[in-house]
Nanobody, 125 residues
Framework: QVQLVESGGGLVQAGGSLRLSCAAS????????MGWFRQAPGKGREFVAA????????TYGDPVTGRFTISRDNAKNTAYLQMNSLKPEDTAVYYC??????????????????WGQGTQVTVSS
């Protein structure tokens, strides 16, 4: 089992920045990738960003490319999402996902076995 705890969400004005953290505990000796997804009211879960634990290779969803940066701290078993130039359409609950074994794309929520409770991000216009 892997437990994930997200933090860092909040209310910010458009154009502002936030940094989300996701701390993993439990069977973290097997981490293949961690990803961030978001879900706005009435919408499905949307891919935001993911990072491969071994080499730090990252991939991003089109709406956030160039504005968001994912990173990780292997020693702390923690993934981060730096969000800059936030827009009202970024408003959502952000979820951290964890994959213990190899997954194909890192961009689909179903590829991940574990996820956290989420943290709310609200961007005002």
């Amino acid at each position: 089992q892997v437990q994930l705890v997200e933090s860092g969400g909040g209310l910010v004005q458009a154009g502002g920045s936030l940094r989300l953290s996701c701390a993993a505990s439990g069977r973290t000796f097997r981490t293949y990738a961690m990803g961030w997804f978001r879900q706005a009211p009435g919408k499905g879960r949307e891919f935001v960003a993911a990072i491969r634990w071994s080499d730090g290779s990252a991939t991003y969803g089109d709406p956030v490319t160039g504005r968001f940066t994912i990173s990780r701290d292997n020693a702390k078993n923690t993934a981060y999402l730096q969000m800059n130039s936030l827009k009202p359409e970024d408003t959502a609950v952000y979820y951290c996902h964890h994959a213990s074994s190899t997954i194909a794309t890192m961009r689909a929520a179903y590829e991940y076995a574990y996820w956290g409770q989420g943290t709310q991000v609200t961007v005002s216009s």
